[in-house]
């Protein structure tokens, strides 16, 4: 079975239709969601309503959980604060009702899925040192763990090489953003696991990034929102 996860779309919409296409192209038979599918872009309806069309499993993020109330606002930064308020705003009950239903951490067919970390999911926090990686793959079983959250696609070895992947490794692999990467490359990314071979693969997805930067500025975001998915940063 050939998985895409997802993670990270942030209200972009000319983002997640492009990698659904390429999801379909690619012949991935299911497609998980890692959280994160509202905050910072202008679609947040739209990118909901798609994330419960197309995947089997989704998770819930930290911007989800923000527009909902469950988490802080105030743990926000300035451009993702303004955008929770926004999407708050027009976000329908449907759309709520949908991401309260959500889960931080799951296990589904053989793989570790999570929006931030399997350890202490809620904490929201980064993995971003390796003495954070040891700690989680103490917090999981499976042999790999797939997350988002920090928007920058890797993959850490358990014997602490990075971006080596290896069947013979657990492994926690970052798949990156749909909506806005931050690795340098301003085109979506998402990643693809094929349960019988093992591979894992990142793909990434030109998109009309013009379409959601007129979107972000005709409802009112920061332009900075809009800047960055030029620069993938
Ligand atoms: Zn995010």
Known sequence: ???????DIHGNLPA????????VSYKADVLYCLGDTVGYGPFPNECVELVRKHCLVALKGNHDSGLLGETPIEDFNHYGLSAIQWSQSVATEEVKEYLRGL???????GITLAHSSPLNPEAWTYILTMRLARENFEAYTTRLCFVGHTHVPIVIGE????????LALRSIINVGSV????????KAAYGLYDTETGAYELIRVAYDIQRTARAIREVGLPEFLA???FQGS
């Open 1 to 7: 079975m050939r998985i895409a996860l997802i993670s």
């Open 16 to 23: 997640l239709e492009e990698v659904l296409k390429s999801t």
């Open 103 to 109: 889960n931080v951490k799951t296990e589904v067919n």
């Open 159 to 166: 014997d602490g090489t990075i971006n080596k992947y290896s």
């Open 179 to 186: 909506g806005q990467p931050r690795d340098e490359n301003e």
């Open 227 to 229: 800047q960055r998915l």
